[in-house]
């Protein structure tokens, strides 16, 4: 599995032959102008929830690749009532089987609604279980409780974790987060994005050091192999 940050809590995930695309925001974010949009491949679109800066680039990478939306119902649903997307609806606690592997949705504690004010249903994360892999798309998301369940049902290889603050936990709580959940290998996403939820980042790699567990901020175009 090949793992792509492009920005903000954009991915491309690769697994085998298929492609993903999670929470496209791309053109509008200054910092990933070297990203070549059209040129990405995408089987699928995986939605964490409606938000403009998860969801920007939906429509113009649907309308090239013909990628099927995964999301929650209410997005699901958006989507196809406004544009005639195809889409597969999860909720949380789900799971479900795909060509590359198995989704499962688990909880966020975040808001949810489209650029027009339009109900987005409730924010999710996603273990993706793959490759012999476990991999938690955390997306955006406070500290909560429910991710001490995670470890109950998954031993997980990475951590996708949003740390920028403001928004969404902090360095300090996504180590907690990373406690919990038991995982030692931790990617950051969701800061840096604009000054409001800037991070030290030697500092910020410094925190998950002491508790044993590396942070991993990649440059936006980078790459990791699970």
Not at 8 to 29: K, M, Q, R, Y
Not at 127 to 144: E, N, P, Q, W
Not at 171 to 188: D, K, L, P, R
Request: with cysteine; aromatic share 8%.
């Amino acid at each position: 599995m090949k793992i792509t940050y492009y920005g903000h809590s954009a991915l491309g995930l690769e697994i085998g032959n298929t492609h993903i695309i999670v929470d496209p925001f791309i053109s509008a974010n200054p910092a990933a102008n070297l990203v070549d949009l059209d040129n990405l491949k995408a089987d699928y679109i995986l939605l964490t929830h409606a938000h403009y800066d998860h969801i920007y680039d939906v429509e113009r990478i649907v309308n090239r690749t013909k990628a099927k939306i995964i999301a929650n119902h209410e997005i699901v649903t958006w989507y196809n009532t406004h544009k005639q997307y195809e889409g597969i609806a999860m909720n949380q606690g789900g799971s479900m089987n795909f060509d590359f592997g198995v989704l499962k949705a688990v909880t966020a504690i975040h808001s949810s609604s489209f650029p027009d004010g339009s109900y987005g249903g409730n924010p999710l994360g996603f273990i993706v279980r793959a490759d012999g892999k476990s991999i938690y798309i955390a997306g955006d998301t406070a500290l909560t409780m429910d991710m001490k369940i995670i470890p109950m049902f998954d031993k997980l290889d990475l951590a996708i974790l949003p740390m920028g603050s403001v928004f969404t936990m902090d360095v300090e709580e996504a180590v907690v987060a990373s406690e919990w959940i038991e995982c030692n290998s931790i990617m950051g996403v969701h800061y840096d994005t604009m000054p409001l939820i800037a991070i030290d980042h030697d500092s910020s790699k410094q925190k998950f050091a002491e508790k044993g567990k590396k942070l991993t901020l990649l440059n936006i175009g980078e790459s990791i192999q699970m």
